[in-house]
């Protein structure tokens, strides 16, 4: 945003800056890509919405890029993780299977790993890969972000990371002021199309479309002045009819216009627009922004928005809760309704009914004396035929002094709710009530009212009552329902990645998200557990000790984490053991701060376990004391943490060797392959040798600069290395000299397969399936040495290393 919504997030700024301390926004480094720069939290602080997504920590504004991909939610939102206030803008993301229990998850796009200006943008998922971004099985993730022009970033693994396509280049160029790209698929023309607000010749969109969401062609503008900013554009079935579809345009401030839509060209004989919600909807207002999600499995259209008046302690920024929209004919014409969707019942527990009841004000007390609660929804249907009172509603955070924080006013004469019109439907008012410890939302009449708002609510326990009220005389109401709505926060995992299923649960220790991983802290023998048991398996898993005596993997653990721990014991041992017995040991060297690899293996009451990607087992050992129970990490007497935890064959596939050797970066095993990360040069070497030979393996720059084979080298690294390198060369080189080079495009998050020839002093290197190698070169500095993986200031994954 800039210009107008710029100067009102100034003043936002401004006052936040005052109430809460704030730190500027910082560009982040490609080695700590994805970032996770959240503090810990239990989601449980004053204000902070139980339903209602906010982000762990820092700012958050326009709602980004909402997909539904490879059985996930993703919501992504303009984010300063480093402070409370807007600044230099990231991409948050988090997850939900449901669209209410969603799952903070690390940085998604990110200044200084990316290009560009990462302001407002939306995104689709590529099921069909129109793109030929796909590198693997997953369905790509692919968002539009940047000003003055559109650029492309996809995801191929699901959201966790991003490449920018052509390093940024964008795709669209617009010399005007623009920004805020949406994309959606046009399924009658089979097609991908675009809107982007820009200001030329004032406010308007400019619409694009394409074949395969990269080369882009201006189709036509339809300009407003009321059309500023984060536009959308959607189709709705009229009354659910599908064969009387219209096309609906939105604004940031939900202004909306019904019409037609070709192809190229949006047309609507409408003179003015609608208002969608009748909040404050200006930015850093009750409702703004609010963006549709893209590639529902169900087809149905589901809204959300940026509301931007709750803060606390850690974070600024929450969304609205997510919205159907439907389209219904109405005596005005076509009308967008939003109604909260189903999933919300989800949280749902206990609920009370009263039915066919007169309020009055001379009557005998609050029906709803006997009900407290903090987060909850109400609905409630009056007939106002005959009613004599001049106002009706409720009283939220009702507290024993009568004062409550806010009240839900219905005015008879005016035929207003909360001071915006709304007329009695057949002699009857309805009204549904959202109340979250930050976040009022109040719809009625079938979706067509619509209010969304930010309250403090005061969570004491003496100010969670609730009143149903009537002033100056009767009404009748019909009925009312409360219902007691649960958190929807604490069932996912932010940064630990297994392929285990959750919830995960502590035995001892306190654990927390860091990069990469989980984190613990423990005295004595701390255990996380999946919820995923098995008997016979391969699980496998990293961990890094820091001050820690001991951490592991355990399995066929009782839920107190009673069974089976191999782990790595800094006394200088790999050791298998369960309670009231060390089954069996394995002596070699294991150093604070260190990262290792483990993996065990089980067949009855055989158990094997390997250390550090080695090809024979450290361990082989029976016993039968448990036959089945969950997987999960143990941890005793320090910090330290785990990542990777999964079963199944995946893993890092090389050539036979013992243990290997981390020299610089980070290295970890996940179900694709090593994956390696550093700031500069980082080297994983085998034990194995070799001076005549053909080496060979599948490497990949994730995000960052090189990665390659290295050979012949010392025990510190220094020998040959092949790699690629993303700013466009395969490259041989040794340290002090670039032997050779072979220029070509090298892309990240593109798989490449390098192999490598050696015979005496000459080298040759291969890329690809190429049948002639790209580089042949000489050189006698090293005449044997060992085998192994380099990456150089990125993160890279490297996958089937084979020797012969």
Not at 625 to 647: E, H, I, K, Q
Request: aromatic share 10%; net charge negative.
């Amino acid at each position: 945003m800039r210009r107008r919504a710029w100067a009102l997030l100034v003043s936002l700024a401004a006052v936040l800056a005052a109430i809460v301390p704030s730190t500027p926004a910082v560009a982040g480094t490609v080695q700590d890509y994805p970032e996770f720069p959240y503090p810990p939290t239990t989601y449980s602080e004053p204000y902070r919405g139980q339903f209602h997504f906010s982000s762990r920590s820092g700012w958050m504004n326009d709602p980004n890029g909402l997909v539904h991909a490879n059985g996930l939610y993703h919501f992504f939102y303009q984010h300063n993780p480093h402070g409370l206030a807007w600044d230099t803008m990231h991409w948050g993301h988090a997850t939900s299977p449901d669209l209410v229990h969603w799952t903070q998850k690390p940085v998604a796009l990110e200044p200084g790993v990316h290009p560009g200006t990462l302001f407002s943008g939306g995104g689709v998922v590529d099921k069909d890969n129109t793109s030929g971004l796909r590198t693997g099985s997953l369905d790509p993730i692919v968002v539009f972000s940047n000003t003055d022009g559109v650029s492309v970033f996809y995801s191929n693994d699901d959201g966790r990371t991003f490449q920018a396509y052509d390093k940024g280049r964008k795709v669209i160029d617009i010399p005007d002021e623009s920004r805020d790209p949406k994309v959606f698929w046009d399924a009658a023309r089979h097609r991908w199309a675009m809107v982007v607000w820009s200001s030329q010749g004032g406010n308007g969109v400019n619409i694009y479309t394409s074949a395969n969401l990269l080369d882009w062609t201006f189709a036509s503008r339809f300009a407003a002045p009321w059309l500023f900013e984060c536009p959308d554009l959607y189709p709705l079935a009229l009354d659910g009819d599908a064969g009387r579809q219209k096309w609906v345009m939105t604004s940031a401030s939900s202004q909306y216009v019904v019409g037609s839509f070709d192809g190229n060209t949006f047309a609507t004989d409408w003179t003015q627009p609608r208002q969608m919600d009748l909040g404050t909807t200006y930015a850093g207002g009750g409702f703004y922004a609010a963006e549709t999600f893209t590639g529902m499995p169900d087809g149905r259209t589901v809204q959300m928005a940026w509301q931007g008046g709750n803060h606390g302690s850690t974070w600024t920024g929450n969304a609205t809760f997510p919205a159907a929209l439907a389209l219904v004919t109405t005596p005005d014409g076509p009308r967008v309704t939003r109604t909260p969707v189903a999933e919300l019942e989800s949280l749902a527990s206990d609920s009370q009914t009263w039915k066919d009841r007169t309020l009055d004000t001379a009557g005998t007390g609050n029906l709803l004396s006997g009900v407290r609660a903090d987060t909850y929804e109400l609905n409630a249907q009056f007939d106002v035929t005959g009613a004599t009172a001049a106002q009706f509603g409720f009283d939220l955070h009702l507290r024993s002094d009568g004062t409550a924080d806010r009240r839900v006013v219905y005015d008879t004469k005016a035929q207003t709710l909360q001071g915006k019109p709304l007329k009695p439907r057949n002699g009857k008012v309805t009204m549904r009530v959202l109340v979250d410890r930050g976040q009022l939302e109040i719809f009625a009449d079938g979706g067509l009212y619509s209010l969304s708002d930010n309250a403090d609510f005061d969570s004491s326990a003496d100010s969670q009552g609730i009143g149903l009220f009537s002033l100056g005389g009767r009404v009748r109401l019909d009925s009312a329902t409360f219902t007691r709505l649960n958190t929807s926060w604490g069932t996912g995992q932010s940064t630990l990645s297994s392929n285990l299923k959750g919830p995960w649960h502590a035995s001892g220790g306190t654990w927390s998200d860091v990069s990469g991983g989980k984190r613990v802290s423990a005295s004595g023998d701390a255990f996380y557990l999946s919820a995923t048991g098995g008997s016979d398996a391969t699980y496998q898993g990293d961990i890094s000790l820091d001050s820690a005596r001991a951490g592991g993997l355990t399995f066929r653990a009782n839920a107190a984490g009673a069974g089976y721990t191999a782990n790595i014991d800094t006394g200088g041992v790999v050791k298998l053991w369960r309670p009231g017995k060390d089954i069996a040991t394995y002596a070699t060297p294991i150093a604070a701060g260190s990262t290792h690899h483990l993996k065990v293996q089980t067949a009855g009451d055989r158990i094997r376990v390997w250390l550090d990607n080695g090809t024979d087992p450290v361990i082989d050992a029976t016993d039968a004391t448990y036959p089945s129970g969950l997987f999960g990490a143990n941890v005793y007497n320090g910090t330290a943490t785990v990542r990777n935890l999964d079963t199944g064959s995946g893993g890092f596939a090389a050539f036979p060797a013992g243990r290997w050797t981390p020299r610089g970066g980070t290295w970890t095993v996940e179900p694709d392959g090593l994956h390696g990360s550093g700031a500069q040069d980082g080297f994983y070497l085998s034990d194995r040798t070799g001076t005549d030979f053909t080496y060979q393996g599948d490497l990949s720059v994730t995000n960052g600069t090189a990665t390659g084979l290295t050979f012949r080298a010392e025990s510190g690294g220094a020998g040959y290395t092949a790699n690629i390198d993303t700013s466009g060369v395969v490259k041989l080189w040794r340290p002090g000299r670039d032997i050779a080079v072979f220029r070509t495009t090298v892309v990240e998050g593109r798989t490449y397969h390098l192999k490598v020839q050696t015979a005496g002093d000459r080298i040759r290197v291969w890329l690809g399936n190429g049948a002639d190698p790209v580089i042949d070169a000489t050189d006698d500095t090293y005449p044997s040495g060992l085998f192994g993986v380099n990456a150089f200031a990125g993160n890279t994954v490297a996958q089937n290393l084979t020797v012969g």
